[in-house]
């Protein structure tokens, strides 16, 4: 059994900055993809950023530039790094973990933007 636990949202100012950050406990295969979704209201869910265990990452096009991912292997926990923060920005944030053709979601966590 895996678990993700998201902590960090909340309401910022436009401009501003968050840290999200997803920790993922159980059995989990040492090589995996870890990332973060979002899905605004009314909208569908959609890709924000993704890492793999060996470093490299994927960075949606609405995001690049502003936000960035990372991860620490020995915690098992990912993090988002959201600088810049705009209004389109608002909406629950999904913390996800792929490996073995297994995928686990996290919660969410809801992170608003004013304007």
């Known amino acids: 059994q895996v678990h993700l636990v998201e902590s960090g949202g909340g309401l910022v100012q436009a401009g501003g900055s968050l840290r999200l950050s997803c920790a993922a406990s159980?059995?989990?295969?040492?090589?995996?993809?870890m990332g973060w979704y979002r899905q605004a209201e009314g909208k569908q869910r959609e890709l924000v950023a993704t890492?793999?265990?060996?470093?490299?990452?994927n960075i949606a096009d609405p995001v690049k530039g502003r936000f960035s991912i990372s991860r620490d292997n020995v915690k098992n926990t990912v993090y988002l790094q959201m600088n810049s923060l705009k209004p389109e920005d608002t909406a629950v944030y999904y913390c996800r973990l792929d490996y073995l053709k297994n995928e686990y979601w996290g919660q969410g966590t809801q992170v608003t933007v004013s304007s």
């Open positions: 890492i793999r265990s060996g470093g490299s990452t």
């Open positions: 159980g059995s989990i295969f040492s090589i995996n993809v």
